[in-house]
């Protein structure tokens, strides 16, 4: 079915997010605070809107890219949303994301927070996926619009939901970056050729262990800190010996100090006997 939806927000994610839902044959009002980064889209059948309130009022359905909630409320600000949809996709805090929530409330609409787990090359391509949170009403109604952009996956009424999960996510990220930077350092420290050692082993070992983390999930949840694998003890001293190597090699564990440190605190505690999980105890 065909919606009038309404992308405020043309940057390199809302283009994308709007040329999808124009692919997908919607009725698409679109407006930017730059009025040139409309033009692309009006070429491919999209009105634009003079204003904020304008493209409002164009759109049962709502949604919202740009840099941050402060440039969210700018833009919403002074328009009229009583009885539509807003669907927020600007990345920010759980904490803005729940007065983001109440102050729409009051005037009158509903409200979807959203967190994209993708870039905007990946939009509407398998891979692609945006956690939703806050009303379930307004979720349920629009899902199978929302997931023209990308899979769509509601995570719960709290509207900060989506924001937490997505910032989770992010850290998951930077974890596995920073450890990448640091075995990228130390493997060209001894001239090994980079990629080859990224493509046929790091990957893999990544991939391996990647799997583990849904048993150290359930080890957490449990509180049984448990290990049948290695314990901290055992990865105290490993850390001792990555960072001794590490400055033989001349090269700075800057990234992997942190985690040594948070596993001499445990140890120092008398918890060396559990696995690396307990870690999360400290944190
Ligand atoms: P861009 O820098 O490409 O675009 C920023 C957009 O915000 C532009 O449309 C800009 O308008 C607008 N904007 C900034 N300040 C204001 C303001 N005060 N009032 C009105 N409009 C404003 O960023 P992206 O499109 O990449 O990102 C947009 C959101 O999407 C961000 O919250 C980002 O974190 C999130 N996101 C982006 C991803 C990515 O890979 N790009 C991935 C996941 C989330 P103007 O054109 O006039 O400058």
Redesign the pocket.
């Known amino acids: 079915m065909s919606e009038n939806i309404s992308v405020?927000?043309?940057?390199?994610?809302?283009?994308?997010l709007a040329e999808s839902l124009l692919a997908a044959g919607h009725r698409v009002t679109v407006w930017?605070?730059?009025p040139s980064?409309a033009d692309p889209l009006v070429a491919k059948g999209a009105t634009v809107a003079a204003t904020?309130a304008e493209a409002v009022e164009a759109g049962e359905l709502v949604i919202v890219?740009?840099?941050?909630y402060?440039?969210v409320r700018?833009?919403l600000e002074g328009a009229s949303l009583t009885g539509r949809v807003i669907v927020n996709?600007?990345?920010?805090r759980p904490s803005e994301a729940g007065a983001m929530a109440s102050w729409v409330a009051e005037h009158g609409a509903d409200y979807l927070d959203g967190?994209?787990?993708?870039?905007?090359q990946m939009i509407a391509k398998p891979g692609a996926l945006i956690l939703y949170s806050a009303s379930q009403t307004a979720f349920d109604r629009y899902e199978r619009t929302l997931a023209v952009m990308a899979e769509a996956r509601f995570v719960g009424t709290d509207p900060g939901m989506a924001a937490l999960l997505?910032l989770a996510m992010l850290t998951g990220m930077y974890g596995q970056i920073a450890g990448c930077l640091e075995a990228a350092a130390l493997v060209t420290s001894a001239k090994y050729p980079l990629k080859q050692f990224t493509a046929s082993l790091l990957v893999p070992w990544l991939n391996a262990m990647a799997a583990l983390q849904v048993h150290w999930a359930e080890a957490i949840e449990a509180g049984d800190h448990a290990t049948q694998v290695s314990n901290l003890e055992v990865n105290r001293a490993g850390m001792e010996t990555l960072v001794a190597a590490f400055r033989e090699q001349g090269v700075k564990p800057d990234l992997l100090l942190p985690l040594k440190a948070v596993i001499d605190r445990r140890t120092a505690r008398g918890l060396g006997h559990e696995g690396l999980s307990g870690l999360v105890e400290e944190l």
Request: proline residues 9%; glycine residues 16%; hydrophobic residues 45%.
């Open positions: 405020l927000g043309l940057g390199l994610m809302g283009a994308a930017n605070r730059t980064k904020p890219c740009v840099l941050d402060p440039a700018q833009v996709l600007t990345s920010g967190g994209i787990m993708a870039v905007p997505d």
